[in-house]
């Protein structure tokens, strides 16, 4: 699926194309509540991850892992980081957006 597709889909809140499945799942369709709960977990990850990689009280292996994922679910959505209110930069600590929102941030340049 392309960006464009997501950002339709997260626009129109209309259902995601049929893919071929490769697993036993078929017919599978995403709304928009259902990525605005992809980015609640992402959301939840990302603070977990800052949390145990403060008190490293974790394997590192496993916390590599939540970061990884964390970072693939951000990338698949395309999830923001907030606007700074004073200056054109990303409040990286703050919960990021989707993409559509107001307050999502982008490089200069980047649609």
């Not at 995403?30 to 008190?55: P, Q």
């Amino acid at each position: 699926m392309t960006s464009e597709e997501v950002m339709q889909l997260i626009k129109g809140d209309t259902p995601m194309p049929k893919a071929k499945a490769k697993n036993k799942i078929e017919n599978v369709m995403i709304s928009r509540s259902d990525i605005e709960d992809l980015l609640a977990l992402y959301n939840c990850l990302d603070s977990m991850t800052n949390e145990v990689g403060e008190t490293f009280d974790l394997d590192i292996s496993t916390l590599r892992d939540i970061q990884a994922l964390s970072y693939k679910v951000k990338g698949r959505f395309d999830f923001r980081p907030q606007k700074d209110e004073v200056g054109d930069r990303p409040c990286h600590w703050k919960p990021y957006v989707l993409p559509d929102d107001d307050r999502a941030w982008f490089y200069k340049g980047e649609t």
